[in-house]
């Protein structure tokens, strides 16, 4: 591993990340064959999908985790077009379900569509990093969650959790502002806990209402509050 990464404000880190290639075990599955065709790619290419290979699912261990891109590109599409992120404020991971890290330039802009968000990711996990104008803008190494967090060296690590200590709004904020360097973590997977691993890497654990959230709405109420704690009192 090499040295520490220099200190951005806020990290947040997309973890458990429903997004992966095929996996091996279904590859030769008709669903997958035949949508692989479609895109004119070898199964082992494209990205695991429920929405095109629920079908394949049936064995696969997880399954009800797993195949869901379209959660990664809600939550991108939140976090990058943030007042955070515009203000450069905001450094974006995605750690995979495959133990990949996914870095995400703060400058990159996303395609809207899922289906071209799809073909991106696909294009990413080939080619490793997907530059504009000699500008990275996403890259892909293998490297765990645990690896990511240990070269990013937060003061403190926030994991976000229905089951965790209530805190939200402006309490949440202030909390998260007085923290030099901290990193925030959001599952971003449909359904189930998040891991036991993933819960022992969070110094705390936050529940920001009583109820499940979607990721995508997790993300947008943690950034919502730094905003409100951090932007809006130095304009
Ligand atoms: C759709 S949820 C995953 C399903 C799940 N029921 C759970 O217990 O986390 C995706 C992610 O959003 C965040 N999240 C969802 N509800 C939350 C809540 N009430 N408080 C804090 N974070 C929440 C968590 O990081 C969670 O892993």
Excluded at 45 to 51: C, P
Excluded at 158 to 186: D, K, N, W
Excluded at 201 to 211: E, H, P, Q, T, V
Aim: include cysteine; charged fraction near 20%; proline fraction near 8%.
């Amino acid at each position: 591993m090499n040295g520490a990464e220099p200190s951005p404000s806020i990290c947040l880190v997309l973890v458990e990340a429903a997004l992966e290639l095929v996996p091996p075990e279904c590859q030769a599955h008709p669903a997958v064959v035949r949508h692989a065709r479609r895109k004119g790619k070898d199964p082992s290419q494209i990205l695991l999908d429920r929405a095109y290979h629920h079908a394949a699912f049936r064995h696969l261990p997880d399954a009800y985790r797993r195949g869901r891109p379209d959660i990664i590109h809600f939550c991108l599409l939140e976090a990058l077009g943030s007042p955070l992120n515009l203000r450069g404020m905001l450094r974006v991971f995605v750690s995979t379900y495959d133990g990949f890290t996914i870095r995400v330039s703060p400058l990159a802009r996303l395609p809207r569509v899922y289906e071209r968000f799809n073909g991106l990711m696909e294009q990413l996990y080939a080619k490793r990093q997907i530059t504009a104008d000699r500008n990275e803008l996403l890259s892909i190494t293998a490297q765990s969650l645990r690896e990511l967090v240990a070269k990013l060296r937060p003061t403190r690590t926030y994991l976000f959790s229905e089951q965790g200590g209530p805190l939200a709004g402006p309490a949440l904020g202030r909390e998260l502002v007085s923290t030099p360097r901290p990193l925030l973590m959001v599952g971003a997977f449909p359904h189930g806990k998040l891991g036991k691993e993933t819960q022992g890497m969070a110094d705390r654990i936050i529940s920001l209402f009583g109820k499940p959230l979607e990721a995508w709405v997790a993300v947008s109420r943690v950034l919502c509050a730094v905003e409100d704690a951090m932007l809006w009192s130095s304009t």
